[in-house]
């Protein structure tokens, strides 16, 4: 039997069966891609549930500043170490202590307090370092401006 003779009368069953054929394999492609997106997408929320987020905000109570150092996320930080950058710069600012930390432990959505008093003409904004280990990594740092 001829090829082209077989294909010229049987066009619409091979075109249907190519058809089904091409569908299938976008179906298995699509399905892969989708479990592999599912994947990464379960494994960024695991590594999001062990990270701690540290952050700082700073209010005022009469002459002082308060700097809190919270830790927002969902994990324990520990051994978190607090450097304060640039303080040979910083004027009209008294700290009650010289060094920050290292704080063994801070919890989650728990925080830590530091005072600094104020003098007249004092640098409105304090830039700290944060280095801090929790259960996705060792020594995660953060550099963090504070508007005091």
């Not at 010229?8 to 089904?20: E, P, T």
């Not at 109570?61 to 830790?71: R, T, Y």
Request: proline share 1%; charged share 25%; aromatic share 10%.
């Amino acid at each position: 039997m001829d090829w082209i003779g077989f294909i010229k009368s049987n066009w619409q069953y091979i075109a249907s069966v190519i058809g089904f054929l091409c569908a299938v394999y976008m179906y298995v492609a699509h399905d892969r891609k989708l479990k592999n997106l599912q994947i990464k997408q379960l494994k960024e929320d695991e590594d999001k549930k062990k990270q701690a987020d540290i952050k700082c905000n700073a209010y005022r109570s009469k002459s002082n500043s308060i700097v809190k150092i919270v830790n927002a996320g969902p994990s324990n930080a520990s051994n978190v170490r607090v450097e304060i950058l640039d303080q040979d710069k910083l004027e009209g600012l008294i700290f009650f202590h010289e060094i920050w930390g290292p704080y063994d432990l801070i919890n989650a959505t728990n925080s830590v307090e530091e005072r600094i008093a104020l003098c007249c003409g004092h640098t409105e904004y304090i830039k700290l370092k944060i280095v801090w280990n929790d259960d996705y990594c060792k020594d995660r740092e953060t550099i963090l401006n504070v508007q005091l």
